[in-house]
């Protein structure tokens, strides 16, 4: 089945402690894509890759990082540099930049 | 400032009743308007739109684009209970990187 897998489905982080969200995808897609969701808001973007080894700042970068260093793969570093953590956020991949955009399921991070 | 503004925020109708959902933009380089319906989780792609007047369907779901009064409708018509989510709004807009920016959505219960 071609999809895209977000793991884990819930965490939880202490302050302080940096966590990494999984994303995979087996769509063959050049591009994917990192959002934040928050309650009453719409999706806000916070990375998005192109193709592999590039990637830009979305709107939200600050206290996050990311990698592409494989097609399938676009991992997503929270880091205790970022001071509202709490969110849901959800990954995304699209043939290329400029087409409709397939999400994963979700992964809801809670900072205690 | 580039926005994506959607209307109403919340909606409740009861079964068989057509709604009109709203999407407003202000971009700079439009390129597509895309809905999105988002249930529990993830979002799931409805339409994607790029020509102005041209309607999509499916089902009983219908979207259109009106490039002069920047904005576009989604209407669902006999609505049922399963039609109950947040309908996303977002545009793609800018140059060769290419931006996408969502709206805050539009909750929609349908009751029995």
């Known amino acids: 089945d071609g999809g895209i897998t977000q793991s884990p489905k819930y965490l939880f982080r202490k302050e302080g402690q940096n966590v990494t969200l999984s994303c995979e995808q087996n769509?063959?897609?050049?591009?994917m894509y990192w959002y934040r969701q928050d309650p009453g808001q719409g999706l806000r973007l916070i990375y998005y890759?192109?193709?592999?080894?590039?990637?830009q700042k979305g709107d939200i970068a600050e206290g996050y990082s990311v990698s592409r260093e494989k097609k399938e793969s676009f991992p997503l570093t929270v880091t205790s540099a970022q001071k509202n953590p709490t969110a849901f956020y959800l990954c995304a991949s699209s043939i290329d930049i400029y087409n409709e955009q397939f999400f994963g399921p979700g992964t809801r991070l809670t900072v205690l | 400032e580039d926005k994506v503004v959607q209307s109403p925020l919340s909606l409740v109708v009861h079964e068989g009743d057509t709604v009109t959902l709203n999407c407003s933009y202000e971009?700079?380089?439009?390129?597509?308007l895309l809905w999105y319906k988002q249930e529990k989780k993830a979002p799931t792609f409805l339409f994607m739109l790029t020509s102005s007047g041209i309607e999509k369907k499916s089902g009983r779901l219908s979207s259109i684009l009106d490039k002069k009064e920047l904005s576009s409708i989604l209407n669902i018509t006999a609505t049922q209970t399963g039609d109950s989510a947040i309908y996303l709004c977002a545009v793609y807009y800018g140059g060769s990187q290419g931006n996408l920016i969502f709206g805050k959505g539009t909750k929609l219960s349908v009751k029995p």
């Open positions: 769509l063959n897609h050049d591009a």
């Open positions: 890759s192109q193709i592999v080894n590039d990637f």
């Open positions: 971009v700079t380089n439009f390129r597509s």
